[in-house]
């Protein structure tokens, strides 16, 4: 942990995470850190206490207030995920951040993905490193070839991400807050296997789709910026109209200069 020490002093956070990345699946002492870590288990108020520290340390490294190696290796993991989402989930993509001689890309999971990370084991890599995946800038290739794979990285933003950012320094924005007053009712719901409910179906599904279209042309009419409606909910939607393509949205829509609509 030293140098994971010595990373946090100096302010490196990113190269810190990926430290503790690979410190997870170092083999020392006959065993891989990642199951001795998982053995010390910590009640919710000394974690959050933790947690609470070691997010001190980050804001301020200031080592009178904090003792670092009082501080569990995943515990700093934790800390470290909440520090770079305070400041931008996407600012972690910039560039590849070097530990030792290599570099490595940190790229944040989806929220579909951290749900599936909740459903880990607790303790194992993909449960404590469940915020960011950490990837090698550089991959090895199968023996016998020469050369090895070269990873890049570029954040695009998406249609809203734009659209958000045109409309920053907007002194007003207008929204229009759809509801579907449709007659239309859902089938019986049906369990997942994730404990989850979603409707097998609506009564009328060409009734909603016009119903959803019919919402869009009012907020248009309306001049609004954003038009919110509950539009992947399992009770208003089924899964097809809620993956309808956002072109066939746009064509049928004509939203035209109201492009911030979805």
């Known amino acids: 942990m030293d140098e994971i020490y010595k990373l946090l002093r100096n302010g490196d956070f990113h190269e810190a995470y990926v430290g503790l990345w690979e410190l997870a699946q170092a083999y020392i002492a006959g065993e891989v850190q990642i199951n001795v870590w998982s053995r010390k288990k ?8 933790q947690i609470g520290r070691a997010r001190a340390f980050l804001d301020h490294r200031d080592e009178n207030q904090v003792t670092l190696g009082a501080i569990d290796p995943p515990t700093w993991v934790a800390a470290l ?31 579909a993905q951290l749900t599936a990370s909740a459903a880990q084991q607790a303790g194992t890599l993909a449960d404590v490193f469940r915020h960011f995946h950490v990837l090698r800038a550089q991959m090895p290739t199968p023996p016998g070839y020469k050369r090895q794979v070269d990873i890049r990285l570029r954040v695009t933003h998406g249609v809203l991400a734009t659209q958000l950012t045109q409309l920053r ?8 807050l759809g509801h579907y007053n449709d007659g239309v009712t859902f ?20 009734a909603r789709w016009d119903c959803l279209l019919a919402q869009f042309a ?24 809620a993956k309808a393509p956002r072109r066939k949205l746009v064509a049928r829509v004509d939203v035209g200069g109201c492009g911030q609509l979805p």
């Open 169 to 176: 320094d907007a002194p007003n924005l207008r929204v229009w």
């Open 42 to 49: 910590l009640t919710t108020a000394a974690l959050a206490a």
């Open 218 to 241: 009012k907020a248009k009419a309306g001049r609004a910026d954003f038009s919110i409606s509950r539009t992947h909910h399992h009770a208003t939607l089924t899964p097809t109209l």
């Open 187 to 206: 089938c019986e719901p049906m369990q997942t296997a994730e404990g989850r409910f979603t409707a097998t179906g609506l009564s009328n599904e060409e």
């Open 81 to 111: 995920a909440e520090h770079f989402n305070a400041e931008s989930r996407l600012a972690v993509c910039t560039r590849p951040y070097r530990f030792g001689d290599r570099d490595y890309h940190l790229i944040p999971r989806t929220p």
